[in-house]
């Protein structure tokens, strides 16, 4: 296969230094508040970059080199080097193109092409191993094809931005390539797991040493436990009996909620029909009313109500249900209450911000994805659960081959049966980092500064006659929703006939967007309102000049349409 990678292309000045932070104990597991100044007591010995620059004069030709030449193979070492500075010069190459305003978001190409192959690049897997030349090109052209999140105009997804902190405890982790089921093997990180859930219990309001929690595999699956954990403190023997000892349950979650609710009752077992939809306000609140009558009409149905799904920001709108009202109800019914703040936990971070979850103390479990807001690496998500004890008595089954009781520690800290997972990915490591080397008052800032850019494009919006915000109010969340009207639109009467011609404009637009690579934004139906745009921010890389540019850029791209 023929190679197109450029040897010549510069390094872009990786400088690698050895550096030793001296640590006496483990308080450097503490969060800060502010950035601390952590030079003081650094080992100054640093590696001589020239020399190191002097090396990369002239590149290893990798044209005959195979995997097998790597590390662990006898004097491997050198080649490894080279190899992996190979890949950080590549991965460097793209974090840096990431931020340039004048690259493509994206450069799409439709499956059949990728599949069929692109210059050099195949998605096929050989039978014989290929050089680590190749390897080196399938690096690159990975990332060319695929997306640029990190991009200040990608405003497609709740997850965004490419932190580099962030990236780098990403890159620890998979270099440390352990498992978070026991202190065992990764006793460090379970520390770390430890102080950011009792940090996290702290923010949303409960004292840390009643509660518990674990991270877990994305707000979907925080959600599932969350139910998991709801129906255990409900009849704990539907553990081992099966759903047979459980009358049938009802459960309560909003029609502008997630839909993973209704995918956790399902494979639960529960069924997606008994989870049963409560109206929402005109912002897209439940409305806590509208929750009394269905636990009503639930009774009346033979139901049991159990469990109360209340969302803090809520995917499409960025709306939060009002937790106080919703929490007396569910404290009258002896319900148990969740909180999905998979998108708006990012909020109790800001002073200026955190009142709008307010009564999330009041939540028997939350849910919150510091991957969503707060901008760390996909994936780092959190279960919490107020009642310390309870995941624990839920899920565990101490198989005597990993949670072996008599091991030489305190095996309170095997937090792996706490969990449905055996093996679970060290997603805390990136978080911690973030966290040290932002302070709690770097993300409340940078929340702030996505919470600003939405006003800013809110206040855009209200003075453009070409566009039509979906909701008239001022954002709550960093969710932004609107309409594009082109010039043939603008005029028509309101009704079916426009409706049906404006529900083509955001796909049509899109299209185009992607095959120009200029930007990528999301859109969608809501119920009666036809296919809109929604901008949604999280990624601090993000300034006004981009949110100006959306909106010419859409204007310009759905003009004629
Ligand atoms: C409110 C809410 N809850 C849950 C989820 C699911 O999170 P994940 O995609 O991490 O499974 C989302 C995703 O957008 C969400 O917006």
Same mark, same amino acid.
């Given at each position: ?264 009752? @399902? ?5 997606? &029909?008994?989870?049963?939809? *409560?109206?929402? %306000?005109?912002?897209? #609140?439940? /409305? ?110 101490? @198989? ?5 009781? &008599?091991?030489?520690?305190? *095996?309170?800290? %095997?937090?792996?049966? #706490?969990? /449905? ?141």
């Amino acid at each position: 296969m023929k190679s197109r990678y450029n040897w010549t292309e510069p390094l872009i000045g990786i400088i690698f230094e050895k550096r030793t932070l001296i640590c006496l104990d483990m308080d450097f597991l503490q969060l800060p508040d502010k950035i601390s100044d952590i030079s003081a007591g650094r080992d100054k010995e640093q590696e001589d970059s020239a020399a190191l620059r002097d090396r990369r004069a002239i590149p290893a030709d990798f044209s005959s080199i195979y995997s097998k030449d790597l590390l662990p193979a006898s004097g491997g070492q050198e080649i490894t080097r080279e190899f992996l500075q190979e890949v950080v010069a590549i991965l460097l190459g793209y974090i840096c193109k990431s931020t340039q305003r004048n690259t493509k978001v994206l450069d799409f190409h439709h499956p059949h092409q990728l599949k069929e192959g692109l210059e050099g690049f195949s998605v096929k897997l050989p039978e014989q191993p290929e050089t680590l030349e190749q390897i080196l090109v399938d690096c690159r052209d990975t990332l060319k094809y695929g997306v640029s999140t990190g991009h200040p105009r990608f405003f497609n997804q709740l997850s965004s931005g490419l932190d580099v902190v962030g990236v780098a405890g990403e890159w620890l982790t998979s270099v440390a390539n352990t498992n978070m089921f026991t202190y065992e093997v990764a006793p460090v990180f379970t520390l770390m797991e430890e102080v950011l859930l009792r940090k996290m219990h702290s923010m949303v309001g409960w004292s840390d040493d009643e509660a518990d929690g674990i991270f877990c595999p994305g707000g979907t699956i925080s959600n599932l436990y969350s139910i998991l954990v709801a129906r255990y403190h409900f009849n704990p023997e539907v553990k081992t009996k099966g759903m047979g000892v459980l009358p049938p349950l009802a459960l309560f979650t909003s029609e502008h909620s997630h839909y993973s609710v209704k995918k956790c009752a @399902a494979v639960l077992g529960m069924g997606s &029909d008994n989870v049963l939809v *409560v109206k929402c %306000d005109e912002r897209g #609140k439940m /409305i806590p009313t509208e929750l009394e009558s269905c636990i009503v009409q639930a009774e009346n149905k033979g139901l049991v109500p159990f469990y109360v799904n209340a969302t803090a920001g809520t995917t499409v709108f960025g709306a939060f249900d009002p937790l106080s009202t919703i929490a007396d109800i569910c404290h009258k019914h002896t319900l148990w209450m969740h909180v999905d703040a998979a998108w708006g936990g990012g909020l109790l971070m800001s002073d200026r911000h955190s009142m709008k979850l307010q009564g999330i103390e009041q939540a028997c479990s939350v849910t919150w994805n510091p991957h969503k807001l707060m901008g760390v690496p996909l994936q780092c998500s959190v279960i919490l659960v107020k009642k310390r004890g309870l995941l624990q008595q839920c899920n565990e089954l101490g @198989a005597e081959y990993l949670f072996q009781p &008599d091991k030489p520690y305190d *095996v309170s800290y %095997d937090a792996g049966d #706490k969990s /449905i997972q055996c093996g679970r990915h060290v997603d805390v490591f990136k978080f911690w980092l973030m966290w040290k080397a932002k302070g709690s008052e770097g993300f409340g800032s940078q929340i702030n500064k996505c919470l600003e850019n939405a006003e800013y494009l809110y206040d855009q919006l209200q003075r453009r006659a070409d566009f039509e915000l979906v909701l008239k109010n001022k954002p709550e969340h960093s969710n932004v929703c609107f309409w594009y009207i082109p010039p043939s639109l603008r005029g028509l009467p309101a009704g079916p006939d426009r409706d049906e011609r404006l529900h083509q404009v955001a796909p049509r637009i899109k299209g185009r967007m992607m095959e120009k690579g200029s930007l990528l934004i999301g859109y969608q139906p809501l119920g009666a309102r036809v296919n809109f745009f929604r901008c949604v921010f999280s990624n601090p890389a993000t300034q006004q000049e981009d949110i100006d540019f959306l909106l010419d850029e859409i204007a310009q791209l759905g003009y004629d349409l």
